[in-house]
């Protein structure tokens, strides 16, 4: 095999990646077969399995990027960007997701890994932002950052799974609105 | 076949309903085949069938269950007991529901009759809780009864998700603080 130069190999790793996820959303992650992932992304199984070992890993890397991406959107533009984002992810793809879910919970090895998709700096990144809202007095401080944000992921992952089912989540605004008073420093305030 | 008494009828039913339960939970909705969901309810396929047209309808009626109950807890107790229930229900079965998913999306009349699984009574006994609350002065009249319902619907949803992927979500008590915040009227008068 003649030598890939790093742009090369990152065009070829890209070229994986979307292949790969045009194919998980058209046949599902099981109808995603090495002969349809061969089709789909125009390479061989050897050329593919080079860069992802297994469908389980190509799928966790796709899965990180959406993860890593959704996290920059929440820590630079905040919750609205955020929601708005998994509103327009196309539902066949969000779908995966769901059956991608019978593997996780029949394997605590693969949730591990799961939880750790994103990488520590964009998972910090979020964190920071509702500090900074905490700081302000924005956000409310009777819970910690990171119980905020497992709420808002909550949230996420109800709309997420609503759409994947192909139903249609209550209005973004509704949501917005609604979660942004939830969290807000003044309900706190109103506490006895 | 002997005539069965209306009490045996639905002694019957019963049997039939608890052992799909169970059965869906233990091998998933997939691997609930017709020689298993004998095996676990002890009938023949003649008899289970004569109850429940096809598997599909075998578990549309344990959603159906699923949804009166938790309407008629929201109704009579309020969002806590909702919350509640969904921590503690088994995520081996929540986790049916994520494999369901798969013929939902595939097809729209299903999703109608989806949607239309809880009787109307039982919606309509969760609407009117909200409704008394917004009289009251308790809750926030500047979203509809509904719009107020869906986005309970999208926090429910998003902790069953999560229960189904062998998460484990945010402390209820937490939720609970959250959602009730979002949804007081406290933080519609806060508006300017």
Same mark, same amino acid.
């Given at each position: 095999m003649?030598?890939?130069?790093e742009t090369?190999?990152?065009?070829?790793?890209r070229r994986v990646?979307e292949?790969?996820?045009?194919?998980?959303?058209?046949?599902?992650?099981?109808?995603?077969?090495v002969?349809?992932?061969?089709?789909?992304?125009g390479l061989?199984r050897g050329?593919?399995f %080079?860069?992802f070992?297994?469908?389980?890993?190509?799928f966790?890397a796709?899965a990180?990027?959406?993860n890593?991406r959704?996290?920059?959107l929440?820590?630079e533009?905040g919750?609205?960007?955020?929601?708005e984002?998994?509103?327009?992810d196309?539902?066949?793809?969000?779908? =995966?997701?769901l059956?991608f879910g019978?593997?996780?919970?029949?394997?605590?090895?693969?949730?591990?890994?799961?939880?750790?998709?994103?990488?520590?700096e964009?998972?910090?990144r979020?964190r920071?932002?509702?500090?900074?809202?905490?700081a302000?007095g924005d956000?409310?401080?009777?819970?910690?950052?990171?119980?905020?944000?497992?709420?808002?992921?909550?949230v996420i992952d109800g709309i =997420?799974s609503?759409r994947?089912?192909?139903?249609?989540p209550?209005a973004s605004d509704? =949501?917005?609105r609604? =979660?942004?008073d939830?969290?807000?420093?003044r %309900?706190?305030?109103?506490?006895?």
């Amino acid at each position: 095999m003649p030598k890939l130069s790093e742009t090369e190999k990152e065009a070829r790793r890209r070229r994986v990646l979307e292949g790969a996820r045009r194919c998980f959303a058209r046949y599902g992650y099981d109808g995603a077969t090495v002969v349809r992932l061969e089709r789909q992304i125009g390479l061989s199984r050897g050329a593919i399995f %080079n860069w992802f070992p297994s469908k389980q890993d190509l799928f966790l890397a796709l899965a990180a990027e959406d993860n890593t991406r959704l996290h920059a959107l929440f820590a630079e533009e905040g919750f609205d960007a955020l929601l708005e984002a998994v509103t327009e992810d196309e539902p066949d793809w969000l779908a =995966v997701y769901l059956e991608f879910g019978r593997l996780l919970k029949a394997d605590a090895g693969l949730r591990e890994r799961w939880l750790a998709i994103a990488p520590p700096e964009a998972r910090q990144r979020s964190r920071a932002r509702i500090e900074t809202g905490q700081a302000a007095g924005d956000l409310r401080t009777d819970m910690s950052a990171d119980e905020l944000g497992q709420f808002l992921g909550v949230v996420i992952d109800g709309i =997420v799974s609503q759409r994947a089912l192909g139903f249609d989540p209550p209005a973004s605004d509704l =949501v917005r609105r609604l =979660v942004t008073d939830a969290i807000a420093a003044r %309900n706190q305030e109103g506490r006895g």
